[in-house]
């Protein structure tokens, strides 16, 4: 909630029980006519109904007590029996003066921190890391940024695929092409070697390869299908041969997700939980939630109230291997083990909901998770091209992810070029961070569900909704601070509102705890797009009404820069939530 208006509803409160009624008709909420005042209170008209009294004259009452209150300019009744509020600048102008001295401005502490664990990212090992997965890392680094600025505990966790049909191609394509390694003798006993056989460009190639073939050749597939079984069975040189694809796609991995930004607490994957399969699959029969059905070993998780069809869960298929179910499974019993967090959210693309919906039912029927686990899926929608088909390559491919940050990086470098004074190597630092904010925020101002479409012209222009124009305003407060410093002159506390522009302005950051607080509750990054994005406009409209540098009155100037100079924190913190870094230039 608004912590300042909760401030003024407390007033409110207070005095309708002096006047006889009840505290809840005190809510005070921001003005829906902002040409009449700033904020109203309406609950005159529901205590009248209960109180049997004209709201007229309940609102009257309520006035008369308050109208020696020095916070309100002006209060007055409307209409029916509405309350239209005007506040004395002075007391926003000393809310926002202590707020400003909050590090987190306005959120509250907790009373209980939850510890959370967000499993994003979740790319393949040995697989390119690709744009569908760029969704997942952007919106789970979000998720995870919010929830740990507001005092969780988080655990973020890349949870990558290791483990799955994949690996089995890899050895065997790399069987098929170097069948002199060691191992692939079936007696293979030696260690580990450090040298890989191949290198991250190779090993890049060698999946499409390998899976190409499959789909054409049933006995490729075959052999595919035998490696990963032998594989899951631990046979020595092809474990040998997994740990190798392991380090140098992680590597790779690693350099990935570091140039977006976003930073994983845990390196886990599908393979960490494998050593526990077999137990959670015992303690699954022994409690009895399996049945066998067509040879397979399932747990029925349909409910009588479902509205669509939620097939069993499969443990085990009628060949013995675990799936990808299992694993899900398995890892929160791992996960409950090793952390017992409160809540676990999986951000992935939607179209997994359903195995998700299998696994927590599972995993809550056979009581892996107990009651007070919130196992929670955060579905997002699919990043399409322009064509609304989801985003590919110009020849129809799969984008590769580090390909598509080195085109938005270059789309935007072109815009940079008319701005002379930088060194190369600072060009690339601000065309990385601005090229960064395009794909980042065109990403995370959508709705998390929601399919959007992939515009890189919208994305990086600097004006309208963008990555870009938020920087760019940060960028021009970090500018006039610089002058300001040279001139020797500091931020002093804000001593007032001077324009209508500027009272919305400390309206606006007065809302910055709503704002963070309900991004959490709802996991909704885009409220706080649509945040930056309203305080910046009302920044740079700010910017053009006022001659901030020119100013002569001191101490209206040493206001001024204070208010920009928390504009810009609030700003930058938002951005930071967003996993958006901003230059200091551009
Ligand atoms: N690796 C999976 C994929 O590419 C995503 C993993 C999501 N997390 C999970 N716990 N299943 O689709």
């Known amino acids: 909630m608004n912590k300042f208006i909760k401030q003024l509803s407390h007033i409110f409160e207070d005095t309708f029980e002096q006047c006889g009624y009840d505290r809840s008709y005190g809510t005070v909420t921001v003005s829906n006519r902002p040409d009449l005042c700033q904020f109203q209170c309406n609950g005159a008209l529901p205590a009248a109904k209960k109180f049997k009294q004209s709201p ?40 926002i003066n202590e707020l400003s001295k909050e ?18 990212g979740g790319a393949n090992v040995a697989k390119p890391l690709h744009v569908g997965h760029l969704r997942s890392a952007i919106i789970g680094e979000s998720i995870k940024r919010i929830s740990r600025f507001l005092g969780h505990n988080v655990i973020g966790d890349v949870h990558l695929g290791d483990w799955g049909l994949q690996m089995g191609m890899v050895v065997s394509e790399v069987k098929r092409r170097q069948p002199d390694l060691p191992y692939f003798d079936e007696n293979y006993t030696g260690e ?3 040298k890989a056989p ?3 460009n190779e090993l890049e190639e060698i999946y499409p390869a390998a899976s190409g073939l499959a789909k054409t050749d049933p006995a490729a597939m075959e052999e595919a299908r035998k490696a990963t079984a032998e594989l899951q069975k631990g046979r020595k040189g092809y474990m040998a041969l997994w740990k190798h694809i ?21 390196w886990k994957g599908e393979s960490d939980c494998q050593q526990h399969i077999d137990y959670i699959v015992d303690y699954l029969k022994e409690n009895n939630y399996t049945t066998e059905s067509d040879g397979a070993l399932i747990v029925e998780v349909a409910e009588e109230t479902d509205t669509y069809n939620v097939p069993p869960f499969i443990v085990l298929k009628s060949d013995g291997a675990s799936l990808y179910s299992t694993t899900d499974l398995t890892t929160i019993w791992e996960r409950v083990k090793d952390y017992n967090p409160d809540r676990i959210i999986y951000v992935v693309d939607k179209r997994q909901q359903l195995h998700f919906e299998q696994v927590f039912r599972c995993a809550k029927k056979s009581k892996i998770a107990n009651d007070d686990l919130s196992l929670e899926f955060l579905g997002f929608g699919t990043m399409n091209g322009k064509d609304g088909k989801p985003f590919k390559t110009r020849e129809g491919g799969v984008m590769r992810l580090q390909d598509l940050i080195q085109i938005i990086k270059d789309n935007v470098r072109d ?17 990385r961070k601005v090229g960064l904010s395009a794909l980042k925020y065109g990403d995370l101002s959508n709705q998390v569900t929601k399919d959007y479409v992939f515009d890189i012209d919208r994305f990086s222009s600097f004006e309208g909704n963008t990555g870009p124009y938020i920087l760019y305003t940060v960028v021009r407060i970090k500018s006039i601070l610089r002058k300001a410093n040279e001139e020797g002159l500091s931020a002093s506390k804000i001593i007032g509102a001077y324009s209508d522009t500027e009272r919305d302005l400390l309206l606006t950051i007065s809302k910055f705890n709503e704002v963070i607080e309900g991004s959490y ?16 406009n009302l920044f740079n409209k700010f910017y053009h009404e006022t001659k901030i540098l020119s100013e002569e009155n001191i101490g209206k100037k040493s206001s001024w820069i204070g208010l920009i100079t928390l504009t810009k924190d609030i700003l930058e913190t938002c951005l930071d939530l967003l996993g958006i870094e901003t230059p200091e230039r551009m």
Do not use: H, Q, W
């Open 103 to 120: 590090n987190k401005y306005g959120c509250a502490d907790l009373l209980e921190p939850k510890t959370i664990m967000v499993d994003y």
């Open 246 to 266: 392991l380090d140098v796609s992680v590597a790779d991995l690693r350099t990935n997700y570091g140039n977006l930004n976003v930073e994983f607490d845990l």
């Open 56 to 95: 007229i004259e309940i609102a009257n009452k309520v006035l008369e007590a308050l109208k020696d209150n020095p916070i309100f300019k002006s209060i007055t009744t409307a209409g029916p029996g509405f309350i239209n509020i005007i506040l004395e600048d002075e007391y926003l102008v000393n809310y």
């Open 521 to 536: 509750l709802d996991k909704a990054p885009n409220r706080i797009c649509e945040y930056v994005y309203e305080l910046s």
């Open 192 to 194: 580990y070697p450090t």
């Open 415 to 431: 815009k940079l070029r008319d701005n002379s004074g930088f060194t190369p190597e600072e060009t690339e630092e601000i065309a």
């Open 198 to 200: 191949f290198t991250i």
